[in-house]
């Protein structure tokens, strides 16, 4: 036969003639150099051979059908191939021998068997079924397996998380004004179910998990399922670079690395739950959803190790350290969790995916836990951050600008915040600034407050807080004049990023109002305290008998006096252009209109040469204050 050489064993009768011309059918389909028509010859000459078994058997006895289909399933035994690879003929026929047996097994069990004949051969159909049970079993894992669909949308571009990890937070970083990415709660993007596997064999894997089910190995088709879609998710854990992280690894990593971890968790959650386990759960009933609820337990099988695992990391981020830094990131965590919270019931929704829902809802409170210590926690840090050395200049604080770009940011966790900052009973959960009291109804009014809400109470407080400190950094500064320099600027900033951000609706038009009015409280205080001894000089004092050595004193001292203001004052910084211009000109037809009415009065009294500044001279130095750069108006630098 040349290419149809094969080995032909021995048999004898009708049946096993079949059998044997069968296996020799199942050994040439094996071949891979065969063409086309022999192929189609072999699969007609199967069909045929099947066809003749069914009639044959339908001729025999029990023993009869027992003999014959115990032949057909060990002559399968011999082969370790795999017969779903061979198409679905083949994989029929081996359906339909195990079905036939099971069958002949109900029938045997119905009868009263009366001699051990009888009973042995009953044993023998259940040895026969066992066997074939356990290679439907493997042939089950093998087409779960060789049939897998990769898994990788596009949108899982994020994986690479490092490159996108924000900017690392710590107190006084002025780079937190540019606001790291954050969760989004959108499910557009999402929701959606792919195939893991690939779809035409899903009738193959139902007709065997019903099979086996019906013949009382459910318990091993499950096992089977759970250990392959198990590793199945390991791998896609894996795909998104989540490793296995135990809590003591986690509490060791340094900030930098747990950030990245935690943004990764926070996109591997929303991608893992709303569209891998909810394609894993399709799959799951598509493929055992004929046999009721009773094996429902498989799919929270084979997820929950992965599920958890994701909440191990949750529980174990919630139990670190309590840093400020850490604030946004476990937001990020709460509300993801939060948000998947209903999918996740929705697919551990039987007896046994209860440890899933209850482990969430525990982690869900660690967090919210963490957020209200790590919320604490930066008020804390905030009262206690004390300095040695003033800011050069009198310019804002870099703990200025930290705290607000701080409290902006969390606008966008405004609902998560005023949930988590109250208690169950809707009392205030965390204490506030002495300054601050929630209950007074007056107080609210006084502040502005557009609602009595846990955030804008807390945000009040943490102003309040800041401006305490900012107190005392003032006093570092020896001269009286650049402390109202200092809290000016700050206090401007302060209001300043209200007005222009999210801030606004919460902090409210009535503290608006109340700081901007005392930033310029200080700009009144500076110009008073550095000025007023200095336009003392020009003062009148006597009439115009006055002597000439007495003026020229008077006009010498007032020199010398800008003089010093110039060379110091020009090291002063302003940062905000309006604020340093409004500064300047209100200074400016302060000290221009006394000096220009003083030197009008007395230029004939005195010659030219004593008169060392124009009026004009005077604006235009005046110009040069507050711009950070210290000058000197004994070597002035001209424009």
């Known amino acids: 036969m040349g290419e149809f050489d094969a080995e032909v064993p021995e048999f004898e009768g009708e049946e096993n003639l079949i059998a044997a011309a069968k296996q020799i059918v199942r050994a040439l389909g094996s071949k891979k150099n065969l063409t086309d028509d022999a192929k189609k010859i072999l699969a007609e000459l199967g069909t045929q051979l099947t066809t003749m078994t069914s009639i044959s058997e339908n001729e025999v006895d029990d023993e009869g059908r027992l ?70 079993e493997e042939e089950f894992k093998h087409v779960l397996i060789q049939n897998r669909q990769p898994f990788e949308p596009e949108h899982m571009s994020f994986r690479s998380s490092e490159d996108d990890a924000g900017s690392m937070i710590s107190l006084g970083d002025e780079s937190f004004e540019e606001s790291q990415p954050r969760y989004s709660s959108s499910r557009n993007s999402e929701e959606y179910i792919v195939d893991l596997v690939h779809p035409v064999t899903i009738p193959e894997l139902r007709c065997i998990a019903n099979l086996m089910f019906i013949s009382g190995y459910g318990h091993e088709c499950s096992q089977a399922y759970v250990s392959v879609r198990r590793d199945a998710l390991d791998e896609f854990l894996l795909i998104l670079e989540m490793e296995k992280l135990s809590i003591e690894d986690v509490l060791k990593l340094e900030w930098g690395s747990l950030n990245s971890k935690i943004r990764r968790w926070v996109r591997t959650m929303k991608i893992f739950v709303r569209v891998y386990l909810a394609s894993e759960k399709c799959l799951f009933e598509q493929i055992f959803g004929d046999l009721g609820t009773a094996n429902l337990v ?99 604080h870099p703990l200025t600008k930290y705290v607000m770009n701080y409290l902006n940011g969390l606008t966008g966790y405004r609902e998560t915040l005023n949930f988590l900052l109250k208690d169950q009973d ?162 400016s037809l302060k000290v221009i209109q006394a000096y220009r009415t003083y030197v009008g009065r007395y230029a004939n009294h005195i010659s030219d040469k004593h008169i060392k500044y124009s009026a004009d001279d005077l604006q235009n130095y005046l110009l040069d204050l507050f711009e950070g750069s210290q000058r000197s108006l004994h070597n002035p630098h001209r424009r």
């Open 67 to 136: 003999n014959v289909i115990q032949e057909k399933i060990m002559s399968w035994e011999t082969d370790q191939s795999m017969h779903w690879d061979f198409g679905p003929d083949e994989a029929n026929e081996y359906i339909n021998s195990a079905d036939e047996l099971q069958k002949l097994i109900e029938k045997l069990e119905a009868m009263c068997l009366k001699d051990d004949g009888e009973k042995e051969l009953l044993r023998r159909a259940h040895d026969v079924l066992q066997t074939a049970m356990a290679r439907l």
């Open 298 to 396: 498989s799919f929270t099988e084979a997820s929950k190790a992965s599920m958890l695992r994701l909440l191990n990391f949750g529980e174990a981020v919630s139990i670190g350290p309590h840093k400020p830094e850490k604030l946004f990131p476990i937001l990020d965590m709460y509300e993801v969790l939060a948000d998947l919270l209903p999918d996740i019931d929705s697919l551990y929704a039987d007896e046994a995916g209860a440890r899933v829902r209850i482990d969430c809802r525990e982690v869900l409170r660690r967090l919210g836990d963490s957020v209200r210590a790590a919320f604490l926690e930066f008020e804390n840090a905030i009262s206690t951050n004390t300095s040695t050395n003033p800011i050069a200049g009198g310019g804002i």
């Open 426 to 587: 809707g009392e205030d959960a965390m204490p506030l600034s002495p300054d601050i009291n929630p209950s007074t109804e007056e107080e609210n009014t006084r502040e502005g407050a557009c609602d009595g809400s846990p955030l804008a109470l807390h945000f009040r407080s943490v102003a309040s807080i800041l401006e305490c400190n900012l107190d005392d950094k003032a006093r570092l500064y020896r001269d009286a004049s650049l402390q109202h320099i200092f809290l000016m600027n700050n206090i401007h900033y302060m209001a300043q990023k209200v007005v222009n951000s999210n801030l606004q609706s919460i902090f409210g038009d009535g503290w608006i109002r109340k700081h901007n009015w005392k930033f310029q409280q200080h700009e009144i205080n500076y110009e008073r305290t550095t000025w007023s001894s200095i336009l003392a000089i020009l003062k009148e004092e006597g009439d115009s008998s006055s002597s000439r050595t007495l003026l020229k004193e008077r006009f010498r001292n007032f020199y010398t006096a800008f003089e010093e203001v110039y060379r110091t004052q020009t090291a002063w910084l302003i940062p905000n252009f309006n604020l340093r211009e409004d500064l300047r000109i209100s200074t």
